[in-house]
Structures are given as C-alpha cells and as structure tokens.
C-alpha cells in the first residue's frame, strides 16, 4: 500500500492493495499522525480484512471510500462472498464513520437490476438508521 498526499490543500489517502493485509510501513503510521494536524485522511477499501485488523485503521481515518463489488456471489479475487466483507462496513456505519460507496460495474458479476437493488437496499436500510453515507457512486 501507499501513502500519498492527494493535494496540495491538506488531504491524505491511503490506496493500493489493502492496507490492513500488512503491518503499517513508515509512511502509513506517517499517514496516521496527519489527523492531529489538521489533514483530512481517507482511505480505499473493500472492507476485505478481519475486523481486528481493520479497527486499528479506523481511529485515523475520516473518510471510507468502500468499493462495494456485489452482494451474493465470491469474487474471482478473493474467493470470498462479499456480504462478509459488508460487515466491516456495517460497523463502520455504527461507528459514525463517513463512507462514500462506490460500485464498480463489472458485466456479468453485478450489472444486473437485482444486483444493483440488492446493494441499494442495504444502502437506504443503512441511511434510514443513521448512516453517515457520503454518497453512493456507480463506477463504468
């Protein structure tokens, strides 16, 4: 993973393959002290991460943009059926944390009318208690 200012007007993000996979390199547990000063920190994420992992990350972070790929099937990536990986996000929408879904499109995996309802209705149960939800955005 990486470190990287985005811009010059004080923001941070982390992105690359995720983060939490690997103890924190030096230029993350950098990225983590940016908050006290004042930077606006975010990170890139599918959520896919035992929650003990991904909980060390979240007091560092304002802002969560959470690729949300599909709601029933496991992807060829990870083997994994992804309402698991929803499950971070769902403590993260406790938590109060600020999250910006994004959907990538894939043809054949999650561009079907059922697919997209599925992950909108968890997104409008989610919004109706209290979820911070930054936006929601359909990636071509």
Not at 35 to 52: I, K, Q, S, Y
Not at 77 to 83: E, F, I, S, W
Not at 97 to 109: A, E, F, H, Q, S
């Amino acid at each position: 993973s990486c470190c990287t200012p985005t811009n010059p007007s004080g923001a941070s993000g982390l992105s690359g393959a995720w983060p939490g996979c690997a103890p924190a390199s030096g230029l993350e547990a950098q990225h983590f002290r940016l908050p006290r000063a004042g930077v606006h920190t975010a990170l890139e994420t599918c959520g896919l991460a035992d929650w003990e992992t991904f909980r060390e990350l979240v007091p560092h972070l304002d802002l969560f943009l959470y690729d949300i790929k599909h709601m029933d099937r496991p992807t060829e990536a990870h083997g994994r059926v992804q309402p698991a990986d929803l499950d971070n996000l769902r403590v993260l929408f406790r938590m109060g944390k600020k999250v910006l879904i994004r959907m990538p499109l894939l043809p054949g995996l999650n561009d079907d009318p059922a697919g997209l309802e599925a992950a909108f209705a968890i997104l409008r149960e989610e919004a109706a208690q209290g979820a911070d939800i930054a936006g929601a955005e359909l990636l071509p």
